[in-house]
Each structure stands twice: as C-alpha cells, then as structure tokens.
C-alpha cells in the first residue's frame, strides 16, 4: 500500500488539533475532503485510528503511537525537500511554512514587527504564528520553533539566546502614597502583590541576594494569566507586581507606575528560541532564528522606554 503526503499531514493535523472542523480550517479544506483522507489513511494502514461518537472523533492508542513516529519522519521529509533549491550562499528563495509559538505579550508588543519584517523579506514563506503564555509543546502540537522567557527548561529542545530582560518591581503611585513603599523583601508580606497563572509565587517573586536565591513570602488576592493585564491592575492601583522591562517600560518613562526597591536584584529574564532538535537545520528555520537574534542583537530596545536606572 502506498500512502500519500497528503493524508499523512491531515491525519497528524487532526492528532493535532483534535476536530476535523478545526483541522479542515488549518488546512484549507472542506470537513470531507478531511474525513475522507482519514477514512482512507485508515485503509492503507489497516487499523482503526479513530473512534467515532456522535460527531466527535478520539484518536486511539494506535493514531497515538503512529503520531509519535510519523511526526519527526514528516519533518524531515519536508526539510530535505525545502532545502533542495537553497544554495549554500542562501541564493534561492526560501519555501514552505513555518509554525512560531511565542508568549502572549512579548509576542504582540515586539515580536509582530520583526516577524512581519521577516514574512515581507520571504515572500515565498507561510507563517502561523500562535501567542500564548502557556509552555506550548513544540513537537506534539507542530510548532517549528518557540520563543521562551527565561531559561530553557527542556532540555530535549535546541536552543539559542536572543536578548535578556530585566524584571521589576513596580507599584502605582496611588498605591504606594496609601500602603507605603517596601524598602525590604520582609516587607513584601505586609503589601497586595499580584501574582501570576503560569507561574508559583515562590518562582514568579525571586531575588539574589549573597549568591543565592531568595524567595521572600508574599500574598495577594489577584492572580492574572497575562503580564499586560497585571501591569493594568498594578496601574490601578491593586498591589505590586513583578514584570519584564518590555511589558513596564511605558508606563515607568510616563509614570503611571514607579520602581520599588530598585537595588534589589531580581532573577534575569533570557529571551530565547528553542526548536526541536532536527538535522540538517532546515534553511527556512535557521533563516528566521538568525533573522530574531539579528533584530535583537541591540539588546533590549524597549529599554529606550526608561527602566534602565
């Protein structure tokens, strides 16, 4: 039996998306032409890879271990085709699509521009762009590359620098005129901090102090997903909070939030591109990790913005 491309992609876009509606729309198809390739694929393979219920189909323990193998396999394929008509002097146009996950707020403030400037140099490229602050899973979910702040933690991921950012403490004038200003990390559990959802407190509120980490006790009663709606609540006036200088630096420079403790050093934030491992690196993606460290090879460009000391 021979299998086509076509019915191998659709069938790890629906692994992947979990719906034929949403994998029809990604792929740009009709729902049957999409239900049609995965009863076929079904065929040529001889077993069953999906049940069936009332209009919703679950993959079983066989489309899960054929995923875990076909994806790597895919890729490869597609970057050995990709590749064929790149030079070596990167002559010819780059081909394909690529897929980039980035964080919710870095990726509307800074990173839309430079991945535009990039689509606008390689018009021959697709790119699906996903913002969002959840860890995303590189390879089951089908990104070519993530954008990460902070260190990378998986270390089955490549992985590449950018930038680094500062973090800071800020408060609203507002609230520091009513509660008083911090001057110690003790002082920290008498004030209202918020917190962050993808991060404990203890991870999110972390300084160095003597060569070590300290963590300092905090509490707080409001705990957002997204660092711009934490910066909005600390405008009005609700508590403290700990943020990267891209997401603050605007309202430090026109004061609607003031740094506290601003001699306390706090953790460093890496900016970093992180791709599963695959060789060769295809054309396409070493094009746009060197394109990302190019355009922040300045450092951090917000920092005009005014949260340097």
């Known amino acids: 039996m021979r299998y086509s491309l076509d019915e191998i992609e659709t069938f790890l876009t629906v692994m992947e998306l979990g719906t034929v509606t949403a994998a029809a729309a990604r792929l740009n198809l009709s729902k049957s032409v999409i239900s049609k390739r995965i009863t ?3 065929a040529r393979v001889g077993a069953a890879l999906f049940r069936r219920n009332a209009g919703r189909i679950t993959p079983t323990e066989a489309a ?14 597609i970057a050995a085709t990709e590749s064929a008509g790149w030079e ?53 979910e089908g990104f070519d590359v993530g954008i990460r702040i902070g260190e990378a933690r998986d270390g089955a991921l490549m992985a590449r620098k950018l930038c680094e950012d500062r973090q800071f403490v800020v408060a609203s004038p507002g609230y520091l005129a009513r509660a ?54 600390a405008i009005a006036g609700l508590g403290l909070a700990i943020l990267p200088g891209f997401i603050v630096a605007p309202a430090l420079a026109d004061g609607r939030l003031r740094r506290v403790m601003a001699e306390k050093e706090t953790r460093p934030l890496p900016i970093m591109a992180v791709w599963p491992p695959v060789s060769p690196m295809p054309a ?26």
Do not use: C
């Open 284 to 309: 396409k993606l070493r094009a746009l990790i060197d394109h990302l460290a190019a355009e922040l090879a300045g450092g951090r460009p917000w920092d005009a913005g005014g949260t340097e000391p």
């Open 180 to 233: 008083g200003t911090p001057e110690t990390l003790a002082d920290l559990a008498d004030h209202q901090t918020i917190g962050y959802a993808h991060m404990a407190d203890a991870q999110l509120w972390q300084f160095r102090q003597g060569g070590r980490v300290i963590s300092p006790r905090v509490n707080g009663r409001l705990v957002l997903n997204n660092g711009e709606a934490m910066r909005e609540m």
């Open 88 to 140: 070596m002097d990167g002559a010819a146009p780059l081909i394909g699509s690529l897929a980039v996950a980035a964080p919710m707020s870095f990726g509307t403030l800074h990173l839309a521009p430079i991945l535009g400037r990039f689509a606008a140099a390689h018009p021959g490229l697709s790119l699906r762009v996903d913002f969002d602050d959840r860890a995303r899973d590189l390879v089951r």
């Open 64 to 77: 899960a271990r054929l995923a875990e193998r076909l994806r790597p396999a895919l890729t490869e394929l």
């Open 40 to 42: 076929d694929f079904e």
